[in-house]
């Protein structure tokens, strides 16, 4: 299944490149909105919160009434969580407030890094029907923050101890974000046998033959770039 991507950034969508060059902006949101209403999933993060450089909150609720979204980018609180439900979103992303940004992994750590407490306490609040799980890596380890801080910790461990509190994970490969080069197929078979929720992949997605080969492994992708640059039809 693919499910399209709408980042936001200064009140426009954007799409950047390894979540920092800004590639593509457009003002007009209305073409993009009715291309992607027949899909039963859109992508919709807010990047100015992800990266603690401001909100597009209003944007993100307007659009999250039309679409059917998961909505993610700076959410940090089961308060954050509880209001974007409110507003209209079919299931939130958390990321960085999952992980502890210092320290190494070594044998009995991993519940140091990975914020247990806080998933259970989300899935407690919202439900893990609700929730999706974003384990965006940058050469094989999690990065958080924007992007700007990375946790000593692979997806697989992360994914391994947090798949009793929510529905769905999002790994995003960052060293192919934007970049049009294809996702790595190797890495979504590796993470399908690590869980047994869904598996939503980005990174790097140009071509139909890409979500094809990742649907048959059961595996979702997120496009950004390829959709926007024409290479997908929707």
């Given at each position: 299944m693919l499910i399209p991507s709408i980042d936001l950034m200064g009140g426009r969508i954007v799409q950047l490149v390894q979540?920092?060059?800004?590639k593509l902006a457009f003002d007009d949101f209305e073409p993009w909105i009715q291309r992607f209403s027949s899909y039963p999933?859109?992508?919709?993060i807010d990047l100015d919160a992800a990266m603690r450089q401001g909100s597009n909150r209003a944007l993100i609720e307007q659009i999250a009434k039309r679409l059917p979204c998961q909505v993610g980018g700076g959410i940090g609180s089961i308060e954050r969580a509880k209001e974007m439900l409110a507003a209209g979103a079919r299931r939130i992303?958390?990321?960085?407030a999952l992980f502890e940004a210092a320290g190494a992994v070594d044998e009995g750590e991993t519940q140091e890094l990975v914020r247990l407490g806080f998933a259970q306490e989300l899935a407690d609040a919202v439900a893990a029907e609700h929730l999706v799980f974003s384990v965006d890596t940058r050469e094989g380890r999690i990065a958080i923050k924007g992007w700007k801080q990375?946790?000593?910790?692979?997806?697989d461990t992360a994914m391994a101890a947090l798949e009793p509190y929510c529905a769905a994970f999002l790994y995003?490969?960052?060293?192919?974000?934007?970049?049009?080069?294809?996702?790595?197929?190797?890495?979504a078979r590796r993470l399908r046998d690590v869980t047994t929720r869904q598996?939503?992949?980005?990174?790097?997605?140009?071509?139909?033959?890409?979500?094809?080969?990742?649907s048959a492994m059961g595996v979702d992708a997120v496009a950004g770039m390829a959709v926007y640059?024409?290479?997908l039809a929707v």
């Open positions: 979540g920092k060059e800004l999933m859109v992508q919709l992303i958390i990321g960085s990375q946790v000593d910790l692979t997806p995003t490969h960052i060293d192919r974000e934007g970049t049009m080069q294809g996702f790595p197929l190797e890495v598996l939503i992949v980005a990174g790097g997605i140009r071509e139909q033959e890409e979500i094809d080969a990742l640059l024409g290479r």
